[in-house]
């Protein structure tokens, strides 16, 4: 499994936030992340964000054999 740091933007405030995840990519990727919730204390919004909407990057070191 590849843990991932993936990057998304909120589509109310616009504000851009991360967070990490592992996948098996011999499983596929997810069609969506449910329930993210915009860091931004003005905003506050939970919601279901498109996997295509995000930037995903591999955190060296963390791919197990």
Same mark, same amino acid.
């Given at each position: /499994?590849? @843990? !991932?740091? @993936?990057?998304?933007?909120?589509? *109310?405030?616009?504000?851009?936030? /991360? ?5 098996? =990519? ?9 329930? +993210?919730?915009?860091?931004? *204390? ?6 279901? @964000? ?5 930037? +995903? $990057?591999? @955190? =060296?070191? $963390? =791919? =197990? !054999?």
């Amino acid at each position: /499994m590849q @843990v !991932y740091e @993936v990057e998304w933007e909120c589509p *109310s405030c616009g504000r851009r936030q /991360m967070f990490r995840r592992g996948f098996n =990519e011999d499983d596929g990727w997810p069609n969506k992340f449910d329930d +993210l919730e915009c860091e931004n *204390s003005e905003c506050g919004q939970v919601q279901d @964000v498109p996997f295509r909407a995000c930037t +995903l $990057t591999p @955190v =060296e070191g $963390t =791919e =197990e !054999y």
